[in-house]
């Protein structure tokens, strides 16, 4: 429990370092937020919207014990409430050779990078893995309804990260 409420709370603060001050030009530009070691965690950007809103979920890792060179896990969501839009690389993967996914089943993505001949993520780092961008194609399950969006089954550099899984929630607006 205590770990859960932890994690709720570090992923605001780190959600808010990566998305909102990353963009500033003032001082800091970032915020370093102790989730624990081998801690992953997936947060949206928006938190709320209606049809048509394009949503970016990050795929965060903070504090890895090794470096980390290749890594796969699976994102799940709703799929008659979103539609894949496309994966792109982190702010920690953007040299690597490849970060990618497919779509495996209606929301179900299975996503994974190598470094290739890129730069591995050095121990203790913290930022994104990935971003995957969804539609909201369908907000029909009533105003201020949730979606959950969640991480799992973590392969590869990442099979020690915790927790598994990891989720978080977008409102839906008509």
């Not at 979920?57 to 969501?77: D, H, M, P, Y």
């Not at 409430?81 to 994966?87: A, E, G, P």
């Not at 989720?167 to 839906?172: E, G, I, R, V, Y």
Request: with cysteine; proline share 3%.
């Amino acid at each position: 429990m205590v770990w859960r409420k932890k994690h709720q709370a570090a992923k605001a603060l780190l959600w808010l370092a990566l998305f909102v001050l990353g963009a500033c030009q003032k001082s800091p530009t970032s915020v370093s937020v102790d989730l624990g070691t081998n801690a992953i965690l997936v947060a949206c950007n928006p938190v709320a919207g209606g049809a048509d809103t394009l949503v970016t979920v990050a795929i965060i890792i903070s504090q890895n014990s090794q470096e980390v060179r290749v890594f796969g896990l699976e994102l799940t969501f709703d799929s008659r409430v979103f539609q894949l839009q496309r994966i792109s690389s982190g702010n920690l993967t953007g040299n690597w050779t490849a970060v990618d996914g497919n779509e495996v089943y209606p929301g179900t993505l299975r996503i994974g990078g190598f470094v290739g001949g890129g730069s591995s993520i050095a121990r203790n780092s913290q930022g994104a893995l990935a971003l995957v961008q969804l539609k909201v194609i369908n907000p029909s399950a009533g105003n201020s309804q949730q979606s959950q969006i969640c991480l799992d089954r973590y392969t590869d550099d990442l099979a020690s990260f915790q927790p598994a899984p990891s989720c978080t929630l977008f409102s839906l607006k008509k």
